[in-house]
């Protein structure tokens, strides 16, 4: 079956670098989603992406959709403690009429004050 | 303000008996999700509602039954729950084309 890579698993920094991380797939996808997950709360949506090439930012967070349409990539800028949590990629590929998502394995990010 | 609403936030229950988790939303979303989510891994879907319409994932085990009343509300039932069932339980909605959005989980326990 389809399969997302997501890397770096995990990452530890300190407070204000920036950080990337990023999700390629063995198939087209037609859309890219990256979630944030905190401890004991379900993910929470930070940046949708529908068209190749497309680059959107959301306050401090950039992500694009590749040009391929295989990856995407996320960068966080200037890290603050809050940014700790869990990052989860996600697509969605043509075959899929009912909305279901691929995932990545999530990159878990801890940022030292 | 729009929402997926999951209850209860934590629920413990005893090995074999059955329990039910609830979710709600006010998104008027046509799809509905069941997420399975163990430690820190990706979440695992078991099946999702399109309309009316039941999918199955393949390897959902047959312990796992869902029921979807109308629009705004979906169930999971887990009819014997075992040890391997303990996790947190997500319910997720979206529009076929749009972003799928997560509630805030119940995390099921089993003695």
């Known amino acids: 079956g389809q399969q997302l890579n997501q890397s770096p698993q995990s990452m530890f920094i300190q407070e204000g670098e920036d950080v990337s991380m990023n999700c390629t797939s063995s198939?087209?996808?037609?859309?890219w989603l990256w979630y944030k997950q905190d401890p004991g709360e379900g993910p929470v949506l930070l940046i949708a992406?529908?068209?190749?090439?497309e680059l959107t930012s959301n306050g401090r967070l950039t992500a694009q959709f590749g040009i391929t349409r295989k990856d995407s990539f996320l960068n966080i800028s200037a890290s603050i403690p809050s940014d700790v949590g869990i990052y989860f990629c996600a697509g969605r590929d043509g075959s899929s009429n009912t909305g279901k998502l691929i995932f990545g394995q999530g990159t878990t990010l801890q940022v030292k004050p | 303000d729009a929402m997926v609403i999951q209850n209860p936030r934590y629920q413990v229950t005893q090995f074999g008996k059955p329990v039910t988790l609830s979710c709600s939303q006010t998104l008027n979303h046509n799809v509905m999700y069941w997420y399975q989510q163990k430690s820190s891994q990706a979440p695992k879907l078991l099946f999702h509602y399109y309309d009316k319409d039941f999918n199955n994932e393949a390897d959902t085990p047959d312990n796992f039954q869902s029921r979807r009343p109308n629009t705004s509300f979906c169930f999971l039932d887990i009819r014997s729950p075992g040890l391997g069932d303990a996790a947190m339980y997500l319910c997720?909605?979206?529009?076929?084309?749009?972003?799928?959005?997560f509630g805030p989980g119940t995390r099921l326990t089993v003695l």
């Open positions: 997720a909605t979206s529009r076929v084309t749009g972003e799928q959005f």
């Open positions: 992406l529908y068209k190749a090439g």
């Open positions: 198939s087209i996808f037609n859309t």
